[in-house]
């Protein structure tokens, strides 16, 4: 029956879309009707609310509801969706403010010359509009209603116009910042951690072990990282589309012919270039840009974009005005003084301590001021001039609570999903594929490409994405990342826009072209570029570093990268630095071999045995390298004849347990039956001989594992252990050959810190032998204060400590006090002496050691990975993975 309701929900949510009932209510009463039906009928015919559904009961399901609505708008995490309402107002602001007009005209005036140049132009603005507005309404309307009569007038294809517009007008689905990538990072944000707990399944049912490790684990996406990860293929889709266009221009020139420009290219119309195209290309730096570099979240760039857009709106409403310029120009100057200011004052109103610091302030205070009055002019223009802010703000409440709507509805309608056990009805589904995981995405491809056809972005991003992606990333096979599946969804959605007969861009376009377009003429122009997304489609799948490349690169610069140390890194690490053993093996052996002729004898003996033992450990990275590298020619060696027995057995194992899942819901409506007076012991026979039926069948899978499985995983987890420990080996070896090379560097550092503390630290005799309890222990433990911040003097703390609780009490022990004061200074006196010398004997060569193996052998124990080294690991970990043996 479970499956019955499941129909239910899936009919009555299709009828309820095919007759034009709103989304916004389809989605959630949908949701609400069936749960409502199933508890009623449960309760009618088998005399409880929870018989028809796969666990729970309606109660519970609506609740479930209600948690899912709640957490869109309150949980604290789920701040993604508030870049929303922020781009939606930049997008119509744009639109509004005709800026989208004259970027179309001018660009049309630059590249009509050449052939196809029209059409170029509509993709380069169409690809502009997609990075500062994003709204494909507005884009195809604006297109439609300037570009199209032009081209058409100028002997354009009638197929070629309108399918160039309506294509470019759907870039701003891609190409960031896009309402469609936001939404897919909020989904997907869920469907990690869901994700995540059945990968932890899949390995505990392989190894028996239930701790997953960190290497297998994954990590969300957020709407940086999408915004990130779809730059590049949405630069490969405008690639793709000026490409078509050109070449077709070329073999069938009157399909696309050259509109010569009437004026001349002088300096007023290169002027007139630099005004329309340099402050749109400035937004999408400031909004991209502050992202990339991790200068500002989603939420913050949305803020920085609204406000641009508004700055460009005050000037381009006022066009021909003499003050049309002013608030920009207060912006721009304001700007500029924060950068200065930013980069040589330090800014923090708590801490003002010189007159520097106070005149800094000062004008970064004036530099605030100059924009707040250059925002408020500005809006209060868009205010003045039609209404254009008013309307503005109310389209973007419109559009942001249709959004949020859907997303509620959404909530709704997977809970009820769920509930009838159509999330694990998916997953067996999906699971019986063959293929592997790409058997199981290209089906999803395929379906999300059909539904495209009929449903809207929206719709299918928050009812296919959450049911599909967590058995998509769960998947050790490819072991993708969320961002590159996001990214694929999103490309893919893109053609709904384009496919009839609900192709939203088709509508659009439709309502503003000239009668003598045909709707027909309009589907066969939008044909090729239908493909062309395929074909990207294809591209960014197969090569995932497309996507991966770039949220990886800017991770791994940021000021929160993660250590070198960092579990994930290790491989990719390890890569690079083997192939640097080979190459500069000499120059490090080299800087080993000086460094054993250094002078240390002088250095406290545990420091001294260190850095010896460390530069032993050094000399053995080259054998352990080795080690590394013949344990794992084993294990490859050893996959030829494993990995096909692995993915046979495990492939087997999956079956069985798909078909011991449908044994539970048995279970549980035999026990229903038992304990009602009602039931038939015909029915209740019925169920028991299902039940064992299953039974049997699974046991049989189960023994069908080859004889030999047991011995091959054996021998495979064992020479996968000996690769594993040979690493481990390695890692624990190079760190402690550079711990010391850090220690010593950073003691001898700090002499100068150390030395300044003298007088402070021989004043405490007087204090010790003169002053009261109280405040001889406040002096005692001030000094140790200040020793807290020099490195490597925890024994003359100590000491201190000690002679700072000998004076507690009202007869304080001053002869021990003093005893162990003299203890801690003569610990303090051998300490500067030796820090002094080695500062002077020991540190060049020690430093020149140190630039020697830092970049190798020391890498792990850095801060942080260099710039170039996190480029090449972005780049490896860029390409995913198969981990599905280690399961």
């Known amino acids: 029956m479970e499956l019955f309701f499941l129909a239910v929900l899936i009919l009555t949510m299709v009828v309820a879309l095919s007759s034009g009932y709103p989304v916004a209510f389809a989605l959630p009463g949908s949701a609400i009707v069936t749960i409502g039906l199933a508890g009623i009928f449960g309760w009618l015919f088998a005399g409880d609310s929870g018989a028809y559904f796969a666990q729970g009961d309606p109660i519970q399901w609506f609740n479930a509801g209600v948690t899912n609505f709640r957490g869109i708008y309150w949980e604290p995490e789920r701040d993604t969706l508030i870049a929303i309402p922020l781009f939606i107002f930049m997008g119509i602001m744009l639109e509004r403010s005709k800026i989208a007009e004259d970027l179309l005209m001018t660009m049309a005036q630059l590249f009509g010359p050449i052939r196809g140049g029209l059409g170029i132009s509509v993709v380069v603005v169409g690809a502009l509009l997609a990075a500062t507005t994003g709204i494909l309404g507005a884009t195809v309307v604006a297109m439609g209603l300037i570009s199209l009569p032009v081209m058409l007038r100028n002997g354009y294809s009638r197929s070629l116009a309108t399918g160039t517009i309506a294509a470019s007008g759907t870039l701003g689905q891609i190409i960031p910042p896009s309402i469609v990538l936001i939404i897919l990072a909020d989904q997907l944000s869920n469907a990690t951690d869901q994700a995540l707990t059945l990968r932890k399944s899949l390995f505990k049912d392989g190894t028996g072990n239930s701790s997953l490790p960190a290497e297998f684990g994954m990590t969300s996406a957020s709407a940086g990282d999408m915004f990130l990860g779809a730059f590049l293929p949405g630069l490969v889709l405008v690639g793709l589309y000026v490409t078509y266009i050109f070449v077709l221009a070329l073999v069938r020139p009157k399909v696309a012919p050259a509109v010569p420009y009437d004026g001349k290219f002088d300096v007023r119309f290169w002027g007139r270039v630099f005004v329309v195209l340099v402050p749109p290309l400035t937004l999408i730096v400031a909004v991209l840009g502050s ?268 000021e929160t990268a993660p250590p070198p140390q960092n579990p994930r890194l290790q491989l990719c690490l390890e890569e690079h630095l083997f192939t640097v053993y080979d190459e500069d093996g000499q120059a490090i052996k080299t800087a080993i071999d000086k460094a054993e002729t250094l002078d240390v004898s002088y250095l406290p003996e545990k420091l001294r045995k260190s850095f010896i033992g460390g530069l032993e450990n050094a000399g053995k990275s080259f054998d352990m390298v080795a080690a590394v590298r013949e344990a794992q020619a084993a294990y490859q060696a050893n996959l030829d004849g ?246």
């Open 291 to 558: 992202i990339i570099l991790g200068i500002a979240t989603v939420n913050q760039a949305g803020a920085i974009g609204a406000i641009g857009a508004m700055i460009m709106a005050g000037y381009r409403l006022m066009e021909g005005k003499r003050t049309a310029f002013y608030p920009a120009i207060m912006a721009i100057v304001a700007i500029g003084m924060l950068v200065y200011l930013l980069n040589n004052y330090d800014i923090n109103v708590k801490s003002i301590n010189t007159s520097e610091d106070v005149v800094g302030i000062t004008f970064a205070a004036i530099a605030v001021g100059l924009l707040m009055i250059s925002v408020i002019w500005s809006g209060y223009r868009a205010w003045k001039v039609d209404k254009t802010l008013e309307w503005v703000m109310v389209e973007t409440a419109k559009t942001t609570s249709l959004v949020f709507i859907i997303l509620l509805g959404a909530a709704m309608l997977t809970a009820a999903f769920r509930a009838f056990g159509g999330e694990e009805l998916v997953r067996h589904f999906l699971s019986g594929l063959p293929g592997g995981f790409y058997g199981k995405f290209i089906v999803v491809m395929a379906v999300i490409f059909v539904l495209g056809f009929f449903l809207d972005f929206i719709e299918i991003a928050v009812v296919v994405v959450p049911i599909i992606s967590p058995i998509l990333l769960a998947d050790p096979t490819a072991n993708v990342t969320a961002v590159w599946l996001g990214v694929m969804i999103g490309v893919n959605m893109q053609t709904s826009f384009l496919t009839p007969p609900f192709g939203f861009a088709l509508f659009y376009l439709r309502g503003v072209a000239p009668p003598a377009v045909k709707t027909l003429e309009m589907y066969k122009g939008v044909v090729p570029f239908i493909i062309l997304q395929l074909f990207a489609l294809g591209i960014v799948g197969f090569y995932p570093s497309l996507v991966n490349y770039l949220p990886n690169r800017v991770y791994l610069t940021s």
């Open 642 to 887: 494993y990995e096909p027995l692995h993915r046979s057995v495990r492939e087997q194992q999956k079956v069985a347990r798909i078909v011991e899942a449908k044994i539970a819901p048995l279970e549980r409506r035999l026990r229903r039956l038992s304990g009602s007076a009602d039931a038939s012991n015909e029915a209740i026979d019925r169920l028991k001989a299902q039940i064992e039926s299953l039974r049997a069948e699974a046991t049989e899978l189960r023994g069908q594992v080859p004889a030999n499985w047991e011995e091959n995983r054996k021998q495979h987890l064992a020479l996968e252990k000996t690769e594993t420990t040979a690493r481990r080996n390695y890692r624990r070896n190079v760190d402690g050959a550079y711990e010391p090379v850090k220690e010593i560097l950073t003691v001898v550092g700090v002499v100068d810190a150390l030395i300044a503390l003298d007088g402070e630290i021989r004043s405490l005799a007087n204090v010790i032998e003169n002053d009261a309890s109280e405040p001889a222990m406040e002096k005692i433990k001030a000094v140790e204060g200040l020793l807290g911040d020099v490195a490597g003097v925890s024994a003359i703390r100590s000491k201190l400590s000690k002679a700072r609780r000998a004076m507690r009490g009202d007869e304080p022990d001053r002869a021990k006090a003093m005893g162990e004061y003299t203890a801690a200074l003569e610990i303090f006196d051998a300490e500067v002496t030796w820090r002094k010398r080695a500062a002077t004997e020991l540190l060049p060569g020690l430093s020149e050691y140190n630039d020697g193996i830092k970049g190798t052998i020391g890498v792990r124990l850095q801060e942080r990975l260099t710039k170039d080294l996190a480029t090449t690991v972005a780049a490896c970990l860029s390409n995913h993975r198969d981990i599905s043996l280690s399961f």
